[in-house]
C-alpha cells in the first residue's frame, strides 16, 4: 500500500505544504484538513486539477474538521502527519505571543491525532515550536521519537541564503548549521559552516559573520514586518515537506530537527534544535557534532530556557 500524510491546518503554511507532498508523487493520498469550512476541500480541488499539468498521481483530499473531532476519521492510516494549525505572528509579536492560544489548538488537534492515526509519526510546526512539539507528544502520547518539530531545517536554509548572498556563490556550495531553539536562543553553528569545503570563518570577517547570524535569528521577524500579515511559508514548507518525505522513504537522512534530547551535549529532558537521523520511525538517532566551547555553553542556555517554557504547556 502506498503511502498517507496529513496535513492539519490549510492555511499558508499547510497548503503550501501539501502541494509540495502531493508534487513529490510518492504518496498515495495527501489529506488537508482546517476548521473552515470548505476550504480544505477547495484547496483540494484546486490541487487534483493541477496533476496533468504537474503530473502527479498523489490524489489530495480536503476535509473540514468539526470541534469535537468530526471529519477526523479522514486521516485514519496516516503514515505521516503535519500540524500546522494554529495563529501564526503579526509584525512585532514573538512566537512567545502565540503560547497560550496555540496550545489550545495544538492539543485538540493531537488528542484528534491519537485517537484517528495511532502509528503516526508526527511533524510539529504551529508555533512557539518547541513547546508545540512537547505539547503534541505529552497530548498524543505517542514515543517521543515519533514526535519531532520542524524550525531547524529552515533556520539552517535562512543562513545558508545569507551566506551564499553574502558571497555571491551558489547556494549548493554553502552548507550551515543551526542548532538550539526556533527563537530568541537559536544558536547559528558558525564553526560547522563551509563554502566550497573551505570554513565560513576563513572567508568573512568575524562581524560579518555575526551580523549574519543575527539576520538568521531574526529571519522569521524579517518576513513577518514585510507581508505585515501572516508569516512566511514557501521556506517553512519545503523543510515541512523533507522532513515527510526522510519519513516516507526511510532515507536516514541527517537534518536540523526538534528532537527530544537525552543525554546528547550532557543535555536531558528536553526538545531541542538537533541534527538527526530521519526515518520511518521518526528520529531514529540524535546526530552529534563537534561544537566550540562558546555554541556548546549556548545550546546549553537555549536547552535551559526552553525547559523551562515546556513545563508550563504540560499544564496548557
Ligand atoms: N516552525 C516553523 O518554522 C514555522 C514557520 C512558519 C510558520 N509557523 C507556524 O505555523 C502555523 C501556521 O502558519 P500559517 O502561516 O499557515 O497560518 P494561517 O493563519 O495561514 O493558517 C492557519 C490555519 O490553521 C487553521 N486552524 C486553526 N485551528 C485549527 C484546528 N483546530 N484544526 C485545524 N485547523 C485549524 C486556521 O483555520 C488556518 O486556516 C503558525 O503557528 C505559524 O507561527 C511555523
Not at 79 to 84: A, G, H, Q
Not at 251 to 266: K, R
Amino acid at each position: 500500500m502506498g503511502k498517507k500524510v496529513t496535513v492539519v491546518g490549510a492555511g499558508f503554511y499547510g497548503s503550501t505544504t501539501a502541494q509540495r507532498l502531493a508534487e513529490y508523487d510518492i504518496f498515495d493520498t495527501v489529506v488537508l484538513t482546517d476548521i473552515v469550512e470548505g476550504k480544505p476541500e477547495g484547496i483540494a480541488l484546486d490541487l487534483n486539477q493541477s496533476r496533468p499539468i504537474e503530473d502527479f498521481e498523489t490524489k489530495v483530499v480536503g476535509v473540514t474538521t468539526g470541534p469535537n473531532g468530526e471529519g477526523y476519521e479522514a486521516i485514519g492510516g496516516s503514515d505521516i502527519v503535519i500540524i500546522t494549525a494554529g495563529l501564526p505572528r503579526k509584525p512585532g509579536m514573538s512566537r512567545m505571543d502565540l503560547l497560550e492560544v496555540n496550545a489550545k489548538i495544538v492539543r485538540g488537534v493531537s488528542e484528534n491525532v491519537a485517537k484517528y492515526a495511532p502509528n503516526a509519526v508526527v511533524i510539529v510546526v504551529a508555533n512557539p515550536l518547541d513547546e508545540m512539539t512537547m505539547l503534541t507528544q505529552i497530548a498524543t502520547g505517542f514515543p517521543r521519537n515519533r514526535v519531532m518539530g520542524q524550525a531547524g531545517m529552515l533556520d539552517t536554509a535562512r543562513f545558508t541564503h545569507f551566506v551564499a548572498e553574502a558571497l555571491a556563490v551558489p547556494i549548493g556550495s554553502v552548507r550551515t548549521l543551526t542548532l538550539g531553539s526556533h527563537g530568541d536562543t537559536m544558536v547559528p553553528v558558525p564553526s560547522k559552516c563551509t563554502v566550497n569545503g573551505k570554513p565560513l570563518t576563513e572567508l568573512l570577517p568575524a562581524d560579518k559573520i555575526e551580523e549574519l547570524v543575527g539576520r538568521t535569528r531574526n529571519g522569521g521577524a524579517e518576513v513577518v514586518a514585510l507581508l505585515k500579515t501572516g508569516s512566511a511559508y514557501y521556506a517553512p514548507s519545503a523543510a515541512a515537506a523533507r522532513m515527510a518525505k526522510a519519513v516516507a522513504e526511510d532515507s536516514g537522512a541527517v537534518m536540523p530537527v526538534c528532537a527530544w534530547v537525552d543525554g546528547e551535549y550532557g543535555i536531558s529532558g528536553v526538545y531541542l534544535g538537533v541534527e538527526a537521523e530521519i526515518g520511518a520511525t521518526g528520529v531514529k538517532k540524535v546526530v552529534q557534532t563537534g561544537l566550540t566551547d562558546n555554541e556548546l555553553a549556548d545550546l546549553k542556555v537555549a536547552a535551559d530556557a526552553v525547559r523551562a517554557k515546556q513545563q508550563d504547556v504540560c499544564d496548557m
